[in-house]
């Protein structure tokens, strides 16, 4: 059975860093993050496909987030930088073995994880 665990999340002031991260439990072609906020549908926030992290962004986080992996150690990441408000939420990690047509869609993943939370505040 995968399993995705993320961590790195927590609170921290407006115009802050986070880094968060995402271990694996087995090899995966395809990783993503999307968040959820209170009250707002699941969003997807940047994805990286292959081992050569072919990468995907948000609007809304171009710019501010990057998305990279350690493919030796099944692991992926999202540093956000210049954080706000609005990037309040549940962040989960997404993950699927195939080369996805649509790794902004969250229903192209198979296996995602439990969540970690970021709070920015102003």
């Known amino acids: 059975q995968v399993q995705l665990v993320e961590s790195g999340g927590g609170l921290v002031q407006a115009g802050g860093s986070l880094r968060l991260s995402c271990v694996a439990s087995?090899?995966?072609?395809?990783m993503g993050w999307f968040r959820q906020a209170p009250g707002k549908e699941r969003e997807f926030v940047a994805a990286?496909?292959?081992?050569?992290?072919?990468?995907y962004y948000a609007d809304s986080v171009k710019d501010r987030f990057t998305i990279s992996r350690n493919v030796a150690k099944s692991t992926l990441y999202l540093q956000m930088d210049s954080l706000k408000p609005e990037d309040t939420a549940v962040y989960y990690c997404?993950?699927?073995?195939?080369?996805?047509?649509?790794?902004?869609?969250?229903?192209?993943?198979?296996?995602w994880g439990r969540g970690t939370q970021v709070t920015v505040s102003s």
């Open positions: 997404a993950a699927d073995v195939r080369s996805l047509a649509l790794p902004m869609q969250e229903y192209e993943y198979y296996y």
């Open positions: 087995g090899r995966m072609h395809t």
């Open positions: 990286c496909s292959g081992n050569g992290c072919s990468t």
